[in-house]
């Protein structure tokens, strides 16, 4: 599709029936929580947007985002999505390599300048800039240079959005954040590992309806699906509250579907949209098939104590340092008292009359 | 030389007669600080200590005080009256004290002065507030270094002070010495009471005490009597009679240690097996629980108390009382020292059963009775007269819920200070003597 | 590092540290300081019953005391208990004690836990309102009194408000409820709560100082 296409005219040429958009733009409202008096809106804005220049780059990731986005087996708002954009450079699903590839990236920023998006995902590592390159260019370069131009970023898993995987202990690469480089752009954070395809799309849409970033919660991450944490959706809620808990995952408690709590969930300190949206065009989500939450969306949880480690168990440290300090009061306990027994008998040896 | 019993009023009389204005030694404020801390220091061990760290200052000892009953006044709080204490422990030898200084003030003579009040006036060391105590915290105790501390900075009441001098340095309390002990057996020998007075050798040493042998020889008499229907092998001594100690009443260890020495050489150059305490509560205290760590090494002779020696009699048959017939009702005293912290509240309730007498018992009574008010050598000061009263007022109350005919009891002391009570507030029920009352009922 | 990360980790850590060591350094400091033995001749040989029999007894007031502390005793108890309950018997509290002890118990539902919770509130207030009103404990209370009492409700009623969700982001509540578990048990070693500890030893004592004199403590 030309750029300069309408994405209507597009959808239609692809044999979209108008019912069929409207019930993408529907779809789309939902999941950007507006009413449905905003479908028209959203159906007016979408007809006559120009497709927007994508350009996604992948650094220290392990292409995961990218896999959970395109898991579609049949027509849905994700492909429909990818029609909606001009992706004008991804390492996965592009068809152009080398030279050639690398040749359309820099062709796309020029002619899109201040307009395109930027998809990072990944980490970018800061300890050796030889650790990931693109084309002998470091992840590091790469970012500078492509974010200086774009209109906003979005930070897509949890790698891109907080460092990730390879930022846990003890992070030998010195990966970092998309947000800890580049400081002067809109950024937004779609945390998961992976995230939940709709919630990409979702921004997407955000974005191709009003032009506009979503509005973010305190960590960057759109408030329309990072908003609520898991704990407060999950449907094994009401276990929690009874006391019923699974304690190990094959016992009656695992297999009557209680809370997991005890055997780690991160639930009630996670936000993101799993517990409603799911995943798998809504087909499950961990819980529901009996493994806690990992806290995917959230910052350093792979250093948050273990994933079977309840939450409220802490990461406090060893139970040996908690013996040495008892050593250390009983030493002092009995120092303190000798130098107390010893005025005690000089008290009594001077008597005086 | 007067044989005859003091009476209570010629008692009064001398007590009035004591000076409460006796200057103490000269100290400096500096001084007086540093020996109650010294004292303090001496006394303070485990035991304090665990105790001081646990105290909630919930105040429920308060409720188990009968001077703070009587008068509603929170400064009677047993707790309050060791704060100072408490204040040194924390700061000076407590285990956290460097944390402490900081935040916790020094003791000022002016607390010391303050003190002096609640400690004597207003604390018999009845050990009441022990038992309330949730935590079991032994308050009497603390109370009693509290004594220590101010005695060692001279702040005895001045007529305590007077008989604590007397009893170290002349060995004499109210004047009787072995003369009037002399005295008084010899007119006891006229009346066929014979007391094997000044024996080398026996197997059970008697002992006195001033207030018995002023106010009451009959309960001197009625031992004199028990012993030898019991066909014991008993004494008393001229030399070693006195029962009473001025130096626990005061807080004066070196008054305290010599007095029991004195008892406790003579028991021993004796050869002694039993000692026998009179009716007082203190002198039992002294003498069975602290004797042998005031003296370092364990007795080598049992002390009984004559409810003691008369229940241990009477069941190896060496005794026997006729049960009366009229069915008089009594109700039984416990003297604080005797019964709370001597552990003697059975046996004088079986001999006074053994007698025929209905006991009844007050609605407080063995171990959470109710002091007489004028225990532990209070009644000599002119200071706590008020406070003894109203105290007093609480056990009459008691006594009067019974409706016994008459109030027995095992101390002296007690027995001196229901009396007075009883003639300042015009009540009519006697008080009597356990040992008087068995004397008067010994079968042949 | 979030507030919630600190709070859970170093913080609990150094909290727990200097919550072990300073108990232990003031139960020794104070049991150590030893006594003379009592030389006296018992009347039961077999003191350590007597004293644990007082660590018993002392939980119920004697016969003549009863009436005067009916409501320091109910009150009392209605406070342990609820709090105890709240403390060591919800789900995710126990899950942490087993972090630290290695063992673990049977909890209860939160439900039952959210009431205890309040009831313990609810009464440490009214115990609170007490001691500044009545004349006694007005007379003898000082700082350390207030401030024990003050670093155990906070723990109390910001526990309740994340429980319930209310009043901030939960991680914010749940950090300021882990910070000030963290006030207490930094404190706890220095004020009236080692009363906790003490007790045992202070009734036990007591039990075998008066049980030697055939006096039940």
Request: net charge neutral.
């Amino acid at each position: 599709m030309r750029n300069d296409q309408f994405l209507g005219e597009y959808l239609r040429m692809q044999g979209v029936s108008r019912r069929g958009f409207l019930k993408f733009c529907s779809a789309t409202a939902s999941l950007m929580a507006l009413p449905p008096s905003a479908v028209g809106q959203v159906a007016e804005a979408l007809a006559t947007a120009r497709r927007p220049s994508v350009i996604w780059l992948s650094f220290q990731e392990c292409t995961g985002c990218t896999e959970s986005l395109t898991r579609s087996h049949a027509p849905t708002v994700e492909s429909l999505i990818f029609d909606a954009i001009s992706l004008d450079y991804h390492h996965t699903l592009q068809a152009a390599s080398g030279y050639g590839a690398e040749e359309a990236r820099m062709a796309a920023m020029e002619e899109n300048a201040g307009k395109y998006l930027l998809v990072v995902d990944g980490s970018i590592p800061l300890g050796n800039p030889g650790f990931s390159t693109i084309a002998g260019i470091s992840n590091l370069d790469m970012l500078k240079e492509t974010a200086e131009n774009a209109f906003a970023i979005i930070a897509v898993g949890t790698c891109a959005a907080f460092g990730g995987l390879p930022r846990a202990n003890p992070n030998p690469t010195g990966a970092v954040s998309v947000s800890d480089i580049i400081t002067d752009k809109p950024i937004i954070n779609v945390s998961g590992c992976p995230p939940i395809p709709v919630v990409i799309t979702g921004v997407l849409a955000h974005f191709l309806t009003f032009g506009t970033i979503p509005e973010l919660d305190a960590l960057g991450r759109p408030a329309a699906f990072f908003g609520q944490n898991i704990h407060d959706r999950c449907y094994r809620r009401p276990f929690y509250e009874r006391g019923q808990f699974a304690e190990t995952f094959d016992d009656e408690g695992a297999r009557k579907g209680w809370c997991l709590y005890k055997l780690g969930c991160k639930g009630p300190t996670t936000y993101n949209a799993c517990a409603t949206l799911k995943w798998n065009g809504g087909t499950s989500f961990p819980i529901q098939s009996g493994h806690g939450c990992l806290g995917c969306s959230e910052p350093n949880f792979w250093d948050k104590g273990g994933f079977y480690d309840p939450l409220s168990a802490g990461m406090w440290g060893s139970r040996d340092a908690l013996l040495g300090a008892a050593a250390a009061g009983a030493a002092l306990g009995v120092g303190s008292a000798l130098a107390a027994r010893s005025r005690k008998k000089k008290a009594q040896a001077a008597e005086e009359v | 030389m007067n044989t005859e019993a003091m009476s209570l009023q010629d008692f009064r009389d001398m007590l009035q007669q004591m000076s409460s204005d006796v200057a103490g030694r000269d100290l400096t404020d500096e001084d007086r600080v540093r020996r109650a801390k010294k004292a303090f220091a001496q006394k303070l061990n485990g035991h304090r200590a665990v105790d001081m760290d646990t105290c909630l200052q919930c105040g429920m000892c308060a409720e188990a005080c009968p001077f703070y009953e009587a008068t509603q006044d929170e400064r009677y709080a047993p707790v309050y009256k060791f704060r100072p204490l408490r204040r040194f422990y924390r700061r000076e030898m407590s285990p956290m004290r460097w944390f402490y200084r900081p935040f916790t003030r020094d003791i000022t003579v002016a607390d010391l002065k303050e003190w002096q009040h609640l400690v004597y006036d207003a604390c018999t060391g009845c050990g009441r507030c022990d038992m309330i105590c949730p935590m079991g915290i032994k308050i009497s105790a603390a109370i009693r270094v509290m004594r220590h501390g101010l005695a060692g900075a001279g702040f005895v009441p001045s007529e305590m002070r007077i008989i604590r001098d007397e009893q170290r340095d002349k060995n004499t309390l109210f004047g009787v010495g072995p003369e009037q002990l002399k005295a008084l057996v010899q007119k006891l020998g006229t009346q066929g009471i014979n007391v094997p007075l000044d024996r080398e050798q026996a197997d059970v040493m008697l002992l006195t005490t001033a207030i018995e042998i002023l106010l009451f020889p009959d309960a001197f008499a009625a031992n004199a009597k028990i012993l030898n229907k019991a066909g014991a092998d008993w004494t008393i001594r001229s030399d070693a009679f006195e029962a009473a100690n001025v130096g626990i009443i005061t807080g004066d260890d070196p008054t305290m240690d010599l007095a029991v020495k004195r008892i406790v050489d003579k028991a021993n150059a004796c050869g002694v097996k039993t000692l026998l305490t009179p009716e007082s509560g203190h002198a039992y205290q002294m003498l069975r629980w602290e004797g042998a760590n005031e003296m370092g090494e364990p007795l080598s002779f049992d002390v009984l108390s004559m409810p003691e020696f008369i229940a241990a009699e009477i069941k190896a048959g060496r005794l026997n009382l006729t049960p009366q017939s009229n069915g008089a009702s009594v109700t039984y005293h416990d003297p604080c020292r005797l019964a709370r912290k001597g552990g003697v509240m059975q046996q004088p309730r079986d001999v006074l059963a053994a007698m025929g007498l209905d006991v009844r018992e007050t609605p407080a009574n063995r171990r959470e009775n109710y002091c007489c008010g004028g225990g532990c050598g209070e009644f000599v000061l002119k200071s706590a007269a008020e406070l003894r009263q109203k105290a007093f007022e609480i056990k009459k109350n008691e006594i009067d819920e019974t409706g016994a005919d008459a109030v027995v009891t095992g101390c002296a002391n007690c027995r001196v200070n229901l009396m007075i009570g009883a003639e300042n507030s015009g009540w009519d029920t006697p008080v009597t003597s356990l040992v008087e009352t068995v004397a008067a009922n010994l079968a042949d | 590092m979030t507030l919630l990360e600190f709070a859970s980790g170093p913080g609990l850590q150094w909290a727990l540290w200097i919550f072990v060591f300073g108990i232990t350094w003031r139960v020794v400091g104070a049991v150590f300081l030893l006594a003379r033995k009592d030389l006296s001749k018992p009347r039961h040989r077999n003191t350590v019953r007597a004293g644990l029999g007082a660590v018993l007894s002392r939980s119920t007031p004697a016969h003549a005391f009863e009436k005067k502390i009916r409501f320091q005793h109910f009150t009392g108890y209605a406070w342990h208990f609820a709090l105890f309950i709240s403390v060591l018997f919800f789900a995710p509290h126990i899950l942490f004690f087993k972090s630290v002890l290695g063992f673990s118990w049977p909890h209860l539902p939160n439900t039952i836990i959210m009431v205890t919770a309040i009831i313990a509130t609810a009464v440490l207030i009214a115990l609170l309102v007490r001691r500044a009103t009545h004349p006694v404990q007005r007379f003898i209370s000082n700082a350390d009194d207030y401030i024990s009492i003050f670093v155990v409700l906070v723990p109390l009623v910001t526990g309740i408000l994340a429980f319930a969700h209310f009043g901030a982001r939960y991680e914010t509540l749940l950090a300021i409820h882990l910070l000030s578990v963290e006030a207490m048990m930094i404190w706890f070693p220095f004020g009236k709560l080692m009363h906790t500890i003490m007790t045992m030893p202070a009734r036990f004592q007591a039990g075998t100082a008066f049980g030697r004199r055939g006096v039940k403590a």
